[in-house]
């Protein structure tokens, strides 16, 4: 017989083995007891064996019985009430040894259940054990002090040495060797570079290395991971929901079997046999094993569910509610172009503008300076710099007086063009000026997460039937991102309130699952059966009342999570029927008069064993997600890092068809197109034709099938042949000019080309590089 559900795990590793043994031991003395009782029976002293017997059975009656009173004062009736009455009515009736046998059920129940449950949520524990408690603090004379990790506040500078915890959320000072499985669930180490973010709770696999804190311990990645990880291991039975439906129906079934059996004999005996082979071992411990085995795989992909009633839900869901920013998109702005007056020079203006942005918090200011790292681009340190709250920041650069942000008075021609196609793009713009005036503009994108549309799909795949996306951005940007991403139905211009209106809607037709990661989604998570909140990126508000949180910032391992969500409740309802049935016919065959208590007792004990170990099945299978070979992963790593200077290239295209379509005679038109030109030779079709020959073939394995890249390897035969075209009017212009006719194909050839490289590097990170978990 299972423990309550309000009882707790012990969480110190002392206490875990104190608890190890008080499990196992009552199963040690109750076949103890069962032998030595067989051992008199046999040598002929049957009446000392009988009272071994009975005390077994009273020792396993009085802490179940206990029990049981205390829920039904609670108000509580489940299954166990059958166990006592079997454990009582062996006693009433004289069949000591079919209550004994019932007591070592019961035992064996217990003690496969602990054994289950520390294996199952180990990795949960493994979370509260890594917790760090304190951190190295560099100090003011450039010593190094060592203080409780609750003493460290954002922009402390610590020192992460060989195989410490990181402690807190903050910014490495230099290149660092980073193990992430513990909170990723991704076994790859992985590399960070100088100024950027690293979670807390990740293991320095390298040398030591500097850390400046962005947050504080309480405020961290690891302490949110931690309390949930307390919460999903406080459970020792959480599948209550599933087996107090069953029991609604089995113990009433169950009590009018054996007053039937009685009444109709007249012997008692039949109805002890009833209850015998009714104790419902298979639904008090199959069930609660198959979903504790799920919370543990869950927490293996990164994903940290908060109990066994929010899995089992999240198996049942239909309806997927997710928040646009920050979960169908990345959340952070990323620089997606830079546009330059006729004849200006793209990289110069986006090195002024990262180099004065270097010292402001701003997250658009970590976005361009990101950009200019990405593009190799060497930055100045700034002098005289000064920001102005919603206006920008402005400073000198190589004795340039630089300003970014917002602009004054009349745009030129040029900007108001930029301008323009940035608001039909949905991209925001940062202005960059000198005293002349603007001299570019890097304009700004929430670019959709890579895995967003794999991941819908996949979910669709696992039973979800109806997406819905809200946001509260406008209507095109919105309409735009669910189009992307394949959602069935998206909201705009969607307040909190208006959030929080949708999701109960949604709840009253269908178990409802709701994404989100900001503190504006906290009450649409709460609203939601499960609220599911993507946390890697810190202890939100959003993460604190969720019943789930992604300790990953990768969408796909919600689908994962739904997978083995439906899996672990598939086997626990699987374990639980088929237990049931079984025992079900055990007890019309001995309603009938035809299986002894004694004979009931083993069998129901064969039963219990075969469903306990069925309910294991859960600790594996389910997923659809095929894993990647680590030589594969290599590949997608290095190519995906490939796919910024390839992005730089065909940047340079669209700045050459626009410099040919509006200024065909401009000395700089022939010259702008060469150079595109050369970059396609020398960069994107070497970068195509590598992987033509090296990554595709890698990916047959997990895509399922070699044809599974035929588009794309398509894709690089048109890229080829517009390349080719484009060379052939260049040759064709010599070092003279371009002739009238040869312009219309060559703009078709560039403008073209534009569109299917942006296509194709889109695809290939959708299809083929969110295979790979460390990819960014």
């Known amino acids: ?136 603090r560099r100090t003011a004379d450039g010593g190094i002090e060592v203080v409780p990790l609750e003493r460290i506040a954002a922009g402390d500078r610590l020192l992460v040495g060989p195989g410490d915890v990181v402690p807190v959320d903050g910014t490495v000072e230099e290149a660092a060797t980073l193990d992430e499985s513990v909170v990723t669930g991704e076994s790859q180490v992985v590399s960070r570079a100088a100024g950027q973010q690293v979670g807390s709770g990740v293991v320095n696999t390298g040398a030591g290395f500097g850390l400046r804190a962005t947050r504080n311990a309480a405020q961290s990645t690891y302490a949110g991971i931690v309390r949930l990880a307390e919460e999903a291991t406080a459970h020792r039975a959480p599948m209550v929901r599933l087996a107090d439906r069953y029991a609604a129906a089995f113990v009433p079934f169950t009590l009018v079997l054996a007053g039937l059996g009685w009444l109709l004999s007249g012997d008692v005996v039949r109805a002890v046999a009833v209850l015998v082979v009714a104790t419902p071992c298979p639904l008090l ?136 196609r940035a608001e039909v793009a949905g991209r925001s713009t940062v202005w960059v000026s000198d005293d002349s005036g603007p001299v570019g503009a890097v304009l700004l994108e929430d670019p959709v997460r890579p895995d967003a549309r794999r991941t ?125 049935g079984l025992a079900v016919v055990a007890m019309l065959v001995a309603a009938a008069g035809r299986l002894p208590p004694v004979a009931g007792a083993f069998l129901q004990e064969g039963i219990d064993v075969v469903v306990i170990l069925n309910a294991l099945r859960a600790l594996g299978g389910g997923l659809r997600r095929r894993d990647v070979p680590s030589g594969t992963r290599d590949l997608l790593d290095r190519y995906a890092g490939q796919h910024g200077a390839v992005r730089a290239a065909v940047t340079r295209v669209r ?16 010259p702008a197109v060469r150079e595109a030109h050369r970059r396609l030779t020398e960069q994107v079709l070497p970068h195509e034709a590598d992987e033509e020959r090296r990554l595709y073939p890698a990916l047959a394995e997990p895509l399922g099938s070699p044809e599974a890249t035929a588009t794309m390897s398509r894709a690089h035969l048109e890229i080829r042949r517009l390349v080719d075209r484009i060379g052939g009017h260049l040759a064709q212009a010599g070092d003279g000019r371009l002739r009238p006719d040869q312009i219309p194909d060559l703009l078709a050839s560039l403008y073209g080309l534009d569109a299917v490289l942006r296509l194709h590097l889109t695809q290939e990170e959708e299809e083929f590089f969110s295979l790979d978990p460390t990819a960014t």
């Open 655 to 670: 700045d050459a068809a626009d410099l040919l379509a509006t200024r065909p005679d401009a000395p700089k038109c022939l």
């Open 1 to 136: 017989m299972g423990a309550e559900p309000d009882e707790c795990v012990p969480q110190r590793p002392v206490r875990r083995r104190g608890a190890r043994w008080r499990e196992w031991t009552p199963l040690a003395a109750s076949t103890v007891a069962v032998l030595a009782g067989a051992v008199l029976w046999f040598t002929g002293r049957r009446d000392a064996a009988g009272l071994v017997w009975a005390v077994v059975t009273l020792v396993a009656l009085v802490p179940a019985g206990w029990s049981v009173l205390r829920q039904l004062w609670r108000r509580r009736f489940g299954v166990d009430v059958i166990a006592v009455l079997a454990l009582a009515g062996s006693l009433a009736v004289g069949e000591y040894l079919a209550g004994a046998v019932i007591a070592l059920m019961v035992a064996t129940g217990r003690a496969l259940e602990a054994y289950a449950q520390r294996r199952a949520t180990r990795d949960l524990r493994a979370l509260l054990e890594r917790a760090p408690r304190t951190a190295r």
């Open 456 to 580: 819908v799909r996949r979910l669709r795949q696992a039973g979800l039937t109806r997406l819905v996306m809200l946001t509260g951005d406008r209507p095109r940007i919105a309409e735009q991102v669910a189009q992307a991403v394949g959602v069935d139905e998206s909201l705009a211009q969607c307040s909190p309130a208006g959030k929080v209106a949708r999701v109960r809607a949604e709840a009253g037709r269908a178990v409802t699952v709701m994404v989100g990661d900001g503190v504006n989604d906290a009450p649409a998570l709460a609203e939601a059966h499960v609220g599911v909140a993507m946390g890697a990126t810190g202890a939100t508000a959003s993460a604190d009342v969720a019943d789930a949180v992604l300790t990953v910032d990768r969408l796909d391992r919600l689908a994962d999570a739904v997978e083995i969500a439906r899996y672990a409740r598939r086997v626990a309802v699987q374990s639980a029927t088929v237990g049931m």
């Open 285 to 420: 411990l199959a069930t609660p094993i198959a979903i504790v085995s799920g919370l543990s795989r869950v927490a293996r992909r990164g994903v940290l569910v908060r109990d066994g009633g929010s899995l089992e839900l999240l198996g049942r869901a239909r309806t997927l509610l997710m928040d646009k920013t920050g979960t169908l998109t990345a959340g952070r702005p990323r620089a997606a172009e830079t546009v330059v007056p006729p004849g200006g020079d793209r990289d110069e203006v986006l090195r002024l503008a990262a180099s004065v942005e270097q010292l402001s918090p701003h997250v658009l200011a970590a976005a361009l300076v990101a950009q200019a790292r990405e593009r190799g681009l060497a930055l100045t340190a700034p002098t005289e710099v000064t920001e102005e709250p919603g206006r920008g920041v402005s400073g000198r650069v190589d004795g340039r007086r630089v300003r970014v942000g917002q602009v004054a008075g009349d745009l030129p021609d040029w900007a108001t063009r930029a301008r323009d």
